[in-house]
């Protein structure tokens, strides 16, 4: 059994196109190369979204903790191919179904996506992913997204 990989934000930043606000993963460990693992979000009062979601009761976006998972998922799947700093690949959403919203995500919370790929055809891969605040579900999905040129 090999070793978890773990990538820090500047990694992680060679993966993915997005940046700050938008950037939702701070650290990713690969379990299974291409297949599984978990990326952590440190949610803070700082975050932009905040200042409009909800004045006085500071709550996380559903739809950002979804977005949250794909970009696990999409780095999960990019880690895995050799020289992924140099790859001209992207992973984008199609269609997100299942989605289950079970507790509020709050400032100082932090934000385990953990993501599984459950069915691969081609460039087209099926994730189902949860997103965890202190070992309890507070979102649920399974999406699935397509490998294509940025």
């Known amino acids: 059994m090999s070793e978890n990989k773990v990538y820090h934000i500047e990694e992680i930043m060679n993966m993915l196109p997005h940046r700050y606000p938008f ?7 690969v379990e299974e190369p ?10 803070t009062m700082n975050e932009e979204f905040f200042q409009g ?4 009761n ?30 001209k690949k ?3 959403f199609m269609s ?4 289950k ?18 069915k691969e055809r081609r460039n087209i891969f099926v994730f189902k992913g949860q997103t965890l605040v202190d070992g309890q579900v507070v979102s649920e999905a ?4 397509m490998l294509a040129e940025n």
Not at 23 to 29: A, G, S
Not at 34 to 43: D, E, F, L, M, S
């Open 58 to 87: 500071p709550v996380m976006p559903g739809v950002l903790q979804v977005e949250a998972m794909a970009q696990t998922a999409g780095a999960i799947v990019i880690a895995s191919m050799d020289n992924y700093a140099e790859c």
């Open 142 to 145: 399974e999406f699935t997204a």
């Open 101 to 118: 919203f079970r507790k509020m995500v709050k400032p100082g919370d932090q934000l385990h996506m953990h993501v599984e790929k459950i």
């Open 23 to 29: 950037l939702l993963v701070d650290r990713l460990v």
């Open 34 to 43: 291409g297949v599984k693992g978990y990326g952590i979000k440190n949610v």
């Open 53 to 56: 979601h909800f004045p006085g």
């Open 96 to 99: 997100i179904d299942g989605v």
């Open 90 to 92: 992207g992973v984008y």
